[in-house]
């Protein structure tokens, strides 16, 4: 057992900036253990630590990108070998257009996807088995994901709500509306026009997959895991206008962080200012 086993450990992604800055500052000031801000960019993730050092916050930096699986596993591996594993993970890092962008749609679905479902689930699979036991699992999703499954059809909406959808029946239905948007068929194939919401609604449905794999295969761990909306929040991402703060935007996303131990809901639900939404 090496001395840092016993540290406890808080990961977030997309931490250098907008509501991951504001998760991180958030963990640094509540959790009682070591945060860590992890960024695409080593230099901007830097900057954003060195900033939070000046309020004499002590977050530690590992560069990280979803969008390399070679960056996951080499975190995974760093962190799994110097800690034993972690025990919070906010997946946090995530994309959208502006609404005036002039990208093609199918371009639009694809890129989205790639980052907002494709790579989170990436960090997933190489995360959730060094979650330890108590650990809490994140992912911020969107109430634009409650949204869109609405607006999908109704067979689309069955499985998406669905107790018995795989993962892998999740990934394939992800993977048609990003092939129909490039024939442009994903209207007739009971898809909206909403990139970022059919991402969160992946996102959000396969927080729920993988929190009853959890319950079924790790019961005795008592791991949380739960998808949440941060609210429409002033970032670079979401504009000027949003009413929210990166700070307010940041409270779900902690609060589900910080359960305390020996909780055990929520799990394998999406929150949304603290309460349970109905999916």
Not at 19 to 34: E, P, R, S, Y
Not at 76 to 99: H, R, S
Not at 191 to 210: D, H, N
Request: charge should be neutral.
């Amino acid at each position: 057992m090496f001395p840092d086993m016993a540290t406890r450990i808080a990961v977030v992604t997309g931490g250098n900036k907008g509501i991951g800055l504001a998760i991180v500052k958030a963990l640094c000031k509540d959790f009682k253990g070591t945060v860590y801000l992890t960024a695409r960019d080593a230099g901007r993730g830097q900057e954003a630590v060195e900033s939070l050092s000046s309020e004499g916050l002590k977050p530690m930096f590992q560069q990280l990108d979803i969008n390399d699986i070679n960056s996951i596993t080499a975190a995974a591996t760093y962190f799994k070998d110097k800690y034993g594993g972690v025990d919070v993970l906010i997946n946090n890092a995530g994309i959208a257009f502006k609404v005036a962008d002039t990208a093609p749609f199918a371009v639009q679905a694809e890129v989205t996807l790639k980052t907002n479902f494709f790579a989170t689930r990436d960090m997933l699979t190489h995360f959730l088995p060094i979650i330890k036991a108590g650990g809490r699992v994140v992912n911020v999703s969107s109430f634009v994901s409650v949204r869109t499954l609405n607006l999908c059809s109704p067979a689309l909406q069955q499985r998406f709500r669905s107790e018995d959808i795989t993962e892998d029946e999740l990934v394939q239905l992800m993977q048609q509306f990003v092939d129909l948007t490039k024939k442009n068929e994903h209207k007739q194939g009971g898809w909206p026009e909403m990139a970022y919401g059919v991402s969160k609604t992946g996102l959000t449905t396969l927080s729920m997959i993988l929190a009853r794999q959890l319950s079924k295969e790790r019961p005795n761990d008592k791991i949380l895991l739960n998808a949440c909306c941060p609210g429409w929040v002033r970032t670079d991402m979401a504009g000027p206008k949003a009413p929210k703060s990166p700070e307010e935007g940041a409270i779900t996303p902690v609060y589900l962080a910080l359960l305390p131990p020996g909780a055990t809901e929520p799990h394998g639900k999406f929150v949304s200012d603290k309460e349970v939404q109905v999916w």
